[in-house]
C-alpha cells in the first residue's frame, strides 16, 4: 500500500512508520554538539597552525636580516667584521657556531666524531693519524645537534689552500652520502656551512655529487650551502 501526499506523489508504507530513536530530540542535540565540537576543534588547529608559520616566517625574516650571504661575504668584508681578529683564532667557526645555535635555538656541541672511509662508520676518534689506517678517516665534525651534524667552513679568497680546503670538504660530502647509502636504519643529517665568497663559486661542482643518481634518495638529508639558505633548510626540516 502507498499514501497520498499534497504534491500528488505516492511515499512508500516502509517510510511511513520512522523509528523513535531517530526522532530521539536527545540525541540529535548530541550529535549536533559533536559536530560542533569537531568543527570548533579543527578550527583551533588551524588558527594554531597559522599562527605557527607566521611566527616562522617572522623569526626567518629577523635571522635573515642580520646575515649576509656568502656571495658577498668577500675578504675584506671578514675583515671588516668586529669578531674577526686575525683568522688564527677558530673565530670563523664561533661566529657559525653561533649563528646555529640562534637560528635552531639549541646547543651546538663540538665533537671528535669522523666518518672511517673503510666500512662508512661514525666513531668517535679524536687523533686518527696515531693508527695504522689514518688515511681512511674524514676530518671531524665541527658540531653535533641531536641527529644533525656540522661542518663549518669559511672561504672567502682563491688560492691553492683554499681549493685544497674545499676538496677536502667534497670528499666529505661524500663520504656523507655513503654513510647514509649504508645505514638507512640510522641516517643522520649532515650540514655543510660553506661561507664565503670562494665557497659560493664551487657549490656547483658540490651539487654535481649530490644530484648523482645513486644519492637520489639519500641527498635530502644533506645541506650544502651556506648560513643564510641554512636558516630556510633548517625551518623546513622542523615543520615537516
Not at 36 to 62: C, D, E, F, G, H
Request: hydrophobic share 30%; charged share 30%.
Amino acid at each position: 500500500m502507498s499514501k497520498k501526499i499534497d504534491e500528488g506523489y505516492e511515499t512508500p508504507d516502509e517510510d511511513r512508520d520512522i523509528p523513535e530513536s531517530l526522532l530521539d530530540i536527545n540525541s540529535i542535540v548530541k550529535i549536533q554538539s559533536c559536530i560542533r565540537r569537531y568543527i570548533t576543534i579543527n578550527r583551533i588547529s588551524l588558527y594554531i597552525n597559522s599562527i605557527v608559520k607566521i611566527q616562522s616566517y617572522a623569526r626567518r625574516y629577523l635571522q635573515r636580516a642580520k646575515i649576509t650571504p656568502s656571495i658577498n661575504q668577500t675578504k675584506n668584508w671578514r675583515k671588516s667584521q668586529i669578531w674577526y681578529d686575525t683568522g688564527k683564532k677558530n673565530e670563523c667557526e664561533k661566529y657559525q657556531r653561533a649563528l646555529v645555535e640562534t637560528i635552531t635555538n639549541k646547543k651546538c656541541s663540538k665533537t671528535s666524531d669522523r666518518i672511517n672511509t673503510e666500512n662508512y662508520n661514525i666513531i668517535n676518534e679524536s687523533r686518527p693519524l696515531t693508527r695504522d689506517d689514518g688515511f681512511y678517516w674524514t676530518e671531524d665534525f665541527d658540531g653535533k645537534q641531536d641527529n644533525l651534524y656540522y661542518n663549518f667552513k669559511m672561504v672567502v679568497e682563491p688560492g691553492g689552500a683554499q681549493t685544497r680546503s674545499l676538496r677536502e670538504v667534497a670528499h666529505f660530502v661524500i663520504a656523507q652520502l655513503e654513510y647514509n647509502l649504508c645505514h638507512l636504519d640510522n641516517i643522520f643529517y649532515f650540514v655543510n656551512i660553506l661561507d664565503g665568497d670562494e665557497s659560493y663559486k664551487k657549490y656547483q661542482q658540490f651539487y654535481y655529487i649530490l644530484n648523482k643518481k645513486k644519492y637520489k634518495y639519500v641527498k635530502n638529508f644533506i645541506y650544502v650551502g651556506d648560513m643564510f639558505g641554512f636558516i630556510d633548510w633548517y625551518y623546513s626540516l622542523i615543520l615537516i
